[in-house]
Nanobody, 123 residues
Framework: QVRLVESGGGLVQVGDSLRLSCVAS????????MGWFRQAPGKEREFVAA????????YYADSVKGRFTISRDITKNTVYLQMNSLKPEDTAIYYC????????????????WGQGTQVTVSS
């Protein structure tokens, strides 16, 4: 089993930056891919970014390309999401997710989820 805890959310203004962190605990040291998803009020949870177990491959939604960067520190079991040039449409609860194996871009591909952290971008 994997337990995930996100942190780093908050209230910022348009154009500002935030860095989210997610610390993972698991029973064994298997190959776990990590992803970030977000959910705004009244909308379905959507893919934001993902990184492979080795950190060598990254994937991004078109809406965040060039602004967000996902990375991981394997030794610390931690994944990060650096968010720059934030827009009001980025406002959502951001969730960290994990799955054993390759990275995916849909919610159903992930097995473990964190509690979420709120990001609010005001204009």
């Amino acid at each position: 089993q994997v337990r995930l805890v996100e942190s780093g959310g908050g209230l910022v203004q348009v154009g500002d930056s935030l860095r989210l962190s997610c610390v993972a605990s698991r029973r064994s040291f298997g190959y776990y891919a990590m992803g970030w998803f977000r959910q705004a009020p009244g909308k379905e949870r959507e893919f934001v970014a993902a990184v492979s177990w080795s950190g060598g491959n990254t994937y991004y939604a078109d809406s965040v390309k060039g602004r967000f960067t996902i990375s991981r520190d394997i030794t610390k079991n931690t994944v990060y999401l650096q968010m720059n040039s934030l827009k009001p449409e980025d406002t959502a609860i951001y969730y960290c997710a994990s799955r054993y194996g390759n990275a995916g871009v849909t919610t159903t591909e992930y097995d473990y989820w964190g509690q979420g952290t709120q990001v609010t971008v005001s204009s």
